[in-house]
């Protein structure tokens, strides 16, 4: 290089040590940075000949670039840490980064120091972005199950359970919902326990039994102090059922189809019951109760269960079960399904009529 090319880039390089004698790095590498892109690129021409004093020049350079990295690693590093004492996580995961990216390769107790404190701002960081997303929601299902609405807030909580993807099993957020969707749903199962008392005190036992896999179908499967109770006292009304009255209120065929078809309807039935035109969640230019379709078509999918199960026990001459069956589709058959309620009506004239002829 020439006098007037080397002099260029030396007048970076003094740009350069003013600032690092002001421990201004950023514009100690900014200078070094310029410096060394004019050595390049006066390197790259063909009539340029670098001399050894040339190349102490870009050694020289290179080992302010370093320096400068090596220290603004370090401011980086405490803008991370403050960052994250004062819990702005994503400042703080940017700034760590950066650190990282700045230290050199061979600085490891630095980089593994600001690695940990980096995994650090990660989580935190995630579990703010989680807590924003999920706290509309079980803010929402604390208030519905403070007022009573178990089913809507059961509804609300899955939301919530539903942006918690990756968290820990045992992580805090995971641990209040799984506790509230617990609580809501012993709740909803509280008004069985007076209907199944009822049931069997007046020997309704067939009845008792039904409405106790009902309840446990609305309980969890984590719930297993619940659930080993209900299965307790299941097993007692079992001993005095008849073999007839078990298969009957056992749904033997399908039992995947007879438990989801139960749930939903029960789960449902729950909406419906607890909705209020009060609730201000509720769209104001909508009238009577938002759940209706749900549960109408919930009653129309149990309801054809046992209509089909009922036409399989009358092709077997069990024509007392056959009829249960048939009064039960009847029950839960919404009023618009005119067919086949009048189908329904008309099978339980025909086997009142055999089971009377039998009789006569």
């Not at 002001?22 to 006066?42: F, H, I, M, P």
């Not at 509804?155 to 820990?168: D, F, K, M, N, S």
């Not at 019951?273 to 109408?296: T, W």
């Given at each position: 290089?020439?006098n007037e090319?080397r002099?260029?880039?030396?007048?970076f390089?003094?740009e350069?040590?003013?600032?690092r004698?002001a421990?201004d790095?950023?514009?100690?590498k900014?200078?070094?940075?310029?410096?060394?892109?004019?050595?390049v690129?006066?390197?790259d021409?063909?009539?340029?000949?670098?001399t050894?004093?040339?190349?102490?020049?870009k050694?020289?350079?290179?080992k302010f670039?370093?320096?400068?990295?090596?220290?603004l690693?370090?401011?980086?590093?405490?803008?991370?840490?403050?960052?994250?004492?004062?819990?702005?996580?994503?400042?703080a995961?940017?700034?760590?980064?950066?650190?990282?990216?700045?230290?050199a390769e061979?600085?490891v107790?630095f980089?593994?120091?600001v690695k940990?404190d980096l995994?650090?701002?990660r989580?935190r960081e995630?579990n703010q972005?989680?807590?924003?997303?999920?706290?509309?929601?079980?803010?929402?299902g604390?208030e519905?199950r403070?007022?009573?609405?178990?089913g809507?807030?059961?509804?609300e909580y899955?939301?919530?359970l539903?942006?918690?993807v990756?968290?820990?099993?045992?992580?805090?957020f995971l641990n209040?919902?799984?506790e509230?969707?617990?609580e809501?749903?012993r709740?909803?199962?509280?008004?069985?326990?007076?209907?199944i008392s009822?049931?069997?005190?007046?020997?309704?036992?067939?009845y008792?039994?039904k409405?106790?896999q009902r309840?446990q179908?609305?309980i969890?499967?984590?719930d297993?102090i619940?659930l080993?109770f209900?299965?307790?006292i299941?097993?007692n009304?079992?001993?005095?059922l008849?073999?007839?009255?078990?298969?009957?209120v056992?749904?033997?065929?399908?039992?995947?189809?007879?438990?989801?078809?139960?749930?939903?309807?029960?789960?449902?039935l729950?909406?419906?019951?607890s909705y209020?035109?009060?609730?201000p969640?509720?769209?104001?230019?909508?009238?009577?109760?938002?759940?209706?379709?749900?549960?109408?078509a919930?009653?129309?999918?149990?309801?054809?269960?046992y209509y089909?199960?009922?036409?399989?026990?009358?092709?077997?001459a069990?024509f007392?079960r056959?009829?249960?069956n048939?009064k039960e589709?009847l029950?839960?058959l919404?009023?618009?399904?005119?067919?086949i309620?009048?189908k329904s009506?008309?099978?339980?004239?025909?086997?009142r009529?055999?089971l009377?002829?039998?009789?006569?």
């Amino acid at each position: 290089m020439n006098n007037e090319q080397r002099q260029n880039i030396e007048a970076f390089i003094n740009e350069a040590d003013s600032s690092r004698e002001a421990d201004d790095w950023s514009a100690v590498k900014q200078n070094c940075l310029k410096a060394l892109e004019e050595y390049v690129r006066l390197e790259d021409e063909e009539d340029v000949i670098v001399t050894p004093e040339d190349k102490d020049l870009k050694a020289k350079l290179e080992k302010f670039i370093t320096e400068a990295d090596g220290k603004l690693a370090l401011v980086q590093r405490d803008l991370g840490m403050a960052a994250l004492a004062g819990k702005d996580y994503s400042r703080a995961v940017d700034a760590l980064e950066e650190a990282i990216d700045l230290a050199a390769e061979t600085d490891v107790a630095f980089l593994e120091s600001v690695k940990k404190d980096l995994d650090k701002a990660r989580i935190r960081e995630h579990n703010q972005k989680i807590y924003r997303e999920i706290t509309p929601f079980v803010t929402r299902g604390d208030e519905f199950r403070n007022e009573g609405n178990f089913g809507e807030a059961i509804l609300e909580y899955q939301e919530a359970l539903a942006l918690t993807v990756g968290l820990p099993a045992e992580h805090r957020f995971l641990n209040y919902i799984h506790e509230a969707v617990l609580e809501a749903r012993r709740e909803l199962v509280k008004p069985y326990m007076g209907r199944i008392s009822r049931a069997v005190d007046t020997g309704k036992l067939s009845y008792a039994y039904k409405l106790l896999q009902r309840a446990q179908l609305l309980i969890g499967n984590d719930d297993t102090i619940y659930l080993a109770f209900f299965e307790q006292i299941k097993e007692n009304i079992a001993k005095s059922l008849s073999a007839e009255d078990r298969e009957d209120v056992e749904e033997v065929e399908a039992p995947d189809d007879w438990s989801q078809a139960v749930k939903d309807y029960e789960e449902a039935l729950n909406l419906y019951s607890s909705y209020s035109v009060a609730d201000p969640l509720a769209p104001a230019y909508r009238d009577g109760n938002i759940y209706e379709d749900r549960f109408v078509a919930s009653r129309r999918k149990l309801a054809m269960l046992y209509y089909k199960r009922a036409e399989r026990l009358k092709e077997k001459a069990e024509f007392s079960r056959a009829l249960k069956n048939f009064k039960e589709a009847l029950k839960l058959l919404p009023r618009e399904d005119d067919e086949i309620r009048h189908k329904s009506f008309r099978q339980i004239r025909e086997l009142r009529a055999q089971l009377s002829a039998r009789t006569g």
